[in-house]
């Protein structure tokens, strides 16, 4: 109890002490994500048009950003699960970092999407009442409406252990703030004891996973079905896409972990060091099989007649510097034998830069992935370039930033540190 | 019973009959293709002198705004939510000198891959034969533009919806059988109008009288389209994008792809479960429960 008061008043007092770099950080960030408001504002004005490097390239980077989130969303949900909902222990220690961050990547996903969206506010009224089952599109944003939920509770059962303990450690006004995000009255009531329960945990992180993996399936299908553009038809996208969100679910928990522990200058706790070695090698275990999958997609390809065009995009055409360089290079076979060194030399700097070195690659992956496809079979003679507009940088730019604010305030004010409870 | 009751009694039954022939297009492809009262839009580019009055009468009917010189013959335009029907001249590639206007719009295609993905069902398939776009419910997402073997349906950045042609659905023939404004203003009677099979026949009729070599584009292409168009060759000559001779995007093809994702994603759960089972430990969790498993 006195080494966790302790504890507790040295986090208090981390805090004081660093103020000032912290406001720096919040006032960087808030620039950033109001660029991606000015942008929206210029969009409803002038026309959704500023988003778009071409007309014939109808989805662009909004929707590969929200493909790299809602991925990586699903990723964490994996990764995470392995700790509360399969009960691995040790696994359960990044519950609620992981869990955090999905829920924070969704939703920003989701603002990525609703403002490539014509009309995202009649998105949730039709959605309701004209549902149309054989659309992809509308399972999957269903789906993930559902696992949002779930999610969400996910986190705050996890958190609450915590919450309550910080109420019960704080005075004043903070006391009262973390007891009502505790609804500590709830205790009161017959379903205390259920909320305490590891079972209902379980069962709440179990209806996360299977909804998650499914809306990740059809987000998946939604590419899959579309038999008008060969690049994405057929069932490799649906089954390799839950391999891309287990390797960047991955990636992103070890960078985002130990960067705030690095960047906070904080010792990473001995339990959680070991777990991180462990998680880089099924992250060299996961890119291995995904740089077979790729070997399969681009050799298979090239026997398929109507693939073959859109394949050698990748291989020699506009994308292949970001292919050869990007998704292979950097975002694939490198990090492996770092990965590998760094756990044999247990250097978990090494750990970090693969893990960033991953995500670099799976978002150059997943701009392509949305781009190329649309080249054919329209645009016969090539755009003369692929890069996104100034405005859909801003506005990308801008959720980005919104996204790591609301995590650097989430790692401030909510529980989200590796240690156990009792 | 008066006049007035009459009508509407009469109207009543005019929509249960379209309610019926819906669910018969919509329940029942084999059906869809065989019914009698559906009709269909034949453009003959053997015929088409390249005027683009076509165009022109097609934005006036649906106010739709004119671009600087795209009205001028021979220009190259682009579908585009502002042009709904364009008018290209292309060239053989086998034979240079033997040049067609090609008359492009919305084929209507008998089932179309564009409704079948719209989330929100806001494109139908009139029992008439229209594809039509609510352009109240379209929520923008362009979905249908992926899924369009053509690429037809164009998003429109202004008012934010998807826009097509909609087989001038609005001049509705049964009630007072008018053409399309583009038939209409054909002066040269290269685009016809009129029930489907009638259509069909008065498509084979003119291929058939002409010397050999003419194809007829949207018999067999997307699993049958209601516009037909007349071709002096093969469309892969005249460097068309050509659908493929059968439904696009067929449900089972859709039901086997998103199965065969759950099954990867049931694979994926097995293999969590292992990697949990095998190296699982032997102790409390964080809340002092037993583990699930150890107990
Ligand atoms: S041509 Fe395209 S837009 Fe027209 S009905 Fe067929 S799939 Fe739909
Ligand atoms: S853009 Fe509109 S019409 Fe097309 S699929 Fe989306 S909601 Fe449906
Ligand atoms: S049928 Fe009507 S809407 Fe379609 S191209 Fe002709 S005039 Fe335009």
């Known amino acids: 109890m006195a080494t966790r008061t302790k504890k507790h008043l040295d986090i208090i007092f981390n805090r004081i002490e660093r103020t000032q770099s912290f406001y720096v950080w919040v006032s960087i960030l808030v620039a950033v994500s109001g660029l991606a408001l000015y942008a929206i504002l210029m969009s409803l004005i002038y026309s959704l048009e500023i988003f778009e490097f071409s007309a014939q390239v109808i989805w662009a980077t909004m929707v590969s950003n929200y493909v790299f989130l809602v991925v990586s969303s699903t990723g964490l949900c994996i990764v995470t699960s392995l700790g509360h909902v399969f009960g691995m222990q040790r696994y359960e220690l990044i519950g609620r970092r992981g869990v955090f961050l999905a829920l924070i990547t969704i939703i920003f996903g989701m603002i990525s999407i609703g403002a490539h969206l014509g009309h995202p506010e009649r998105a949730m009224i039709f959605n309701l009442l004209t549902p149309n089952f054989l659309s992809a599109m509308w399972w999957m944003g269903t789906l993930y409406s559902f696992y949002i939920v779930f999610i969400a509770i996910e986190y705050w059962l996890l958190a609450r252990p915590e919450l309550i303990e910080r109420s019960d450690q704080a005075q004043g006004p903070e006391k009262i703030i973390y007891g009502i995000m505790a609804f500590r009255q709830l205790d009161r009531l017959k379903i205390g004891p259920v909320l305490k329960n590891h079972k209902l945990l379980q069962f709440i992180g179990a209806a996360a996973l299977i909804s998650g993996l499914s809306a990740h399936n059809t987000l998946g299908a939604l590419f899959g079905h579309i038999e008008a553009r060969p690049l994405w038809h057929g069932s490799y996208y649906p089954i390799y896409f839950l391999l891309s969100a287990s390797f960047c679910g991955y990636a992103l928990l070890l960078a985002v972990s130990i960067a705030s522990y690095k960047i906070k200058k904080e010792e990473i706790p001995e339990d959680y060091q070991s777990l991180i070695f462990e998680m880089a090698q099924v992250l060299a275990l996961l890119l291995s099989a995904g740089l077979l999958f790729t070997a399969y997609k681009m050799g298979f390809g090239l026997f398929t007649p109507e693939k073959v065009k859109p394949i050698m995009l990748f291989l020699k055409g506009p994308f292949s510097q970001a292919f050869w360089l990007f998704e292979i290079a950097i975002g694939t076979v490198l990090p492996i034998p770092i990965l590998l060194w760094a756990t044999k030399q247990k250097n978990i700097i090494g750990v970090l830069i693969a893990s960033v070195m991953v995500l670099v690659g799976v978002y150059v992956m997943r701009y392509d992935f949305v781009v190329a496809a649309q080249v054919y079979p329209v645009i016969k003679n090539g755009l003369p370039s692929y890069l996104p507009a100034f405005m859909e940088v801003l506005f990308i730019g801008g959720v980005l930033g919104a996204l790591f604010l609301t995590y650097v305030l989430g790692e401030k004010f909510l529980p989200l540190k590796e240690e156990h409870h009792h | ?295």
């Open chain 2, 1 to 295: 019973m008066n006049k007035a009751t009459k009508n509407i009694r009469r109207r009543d039954f005019l929509k249960l009959l379209a309610g019926a022939y819906a669910y018969a297009t919509l329940g029942s492809p084999g059906l869809a293709g065989a019914q009698t009262t559906r009709y269909g839009k034949l453009a003959d580019t053997t015929r088409c002198i390249g005027c683009k009055r076509c165009m022109s009468a097609c934005k006036r009917w649906n106010k739709l705004e004119v671009e600087r010189n795209e009205l001028v013959s021979d220009r190259e335009t682009d579908l585009s939510a502002q042009n709904w029907v364009v008018v290209n001249l292309r060239a053989d590639a086998k034979n240079v000198t033997q040049r067609i206007y090609e008359h492009w719009a919305c084929q209507h295609c008998i089932q179309p891959a564009c409704a079948g993905v719209c989330p929100v069902k806001a494109i139908t398939k009139l029992p008439m034969g229209n594809v039509v776009i609510n352009e109240k419910k379209c929520i923008g997402c362009r979905y249908c533009y992926q899924a369009c073997p053509y690429k037809v349906p164009r998003f429109d950045f202004e008012k934010r919806v998807t826009r097509k042609c909609h087989l001038c659905y609005d001049r509705i023939p049964l009630l007072n059988y008018m053409k399309p404004a583009c038939v209409e203003a054909c002066p040269v009677e290269a685009l016809s109008f009129g029930y489907k099979h009638e259509i069909i026949l008065e498509a084979k009729k003119r291929i058939y009288k002409e010397k050999s070599g003419r194809y007829i584009l949207g018999l067999k292409e997307a699993g049958g389209t209601d516009m037909l168009t007349i071709l002096p060759t093969k469309p892969k000559d005249l460097g068309l994008v050509v659908a493929p001779q059968k439904v696009v995007n067929h449900n089972m093809d859709k039901l086997r792809i998103t199965g065969a994702g759950f099954m990867g994603a049931s694979v994926l759960a097995g293999l969590m479960y292992t990697y949990a089972s095998l190296t699982r430990k032997n102790t409390k969790d964080d809340y002092g429960n037993p583990d699930k498993e150890t107990s």
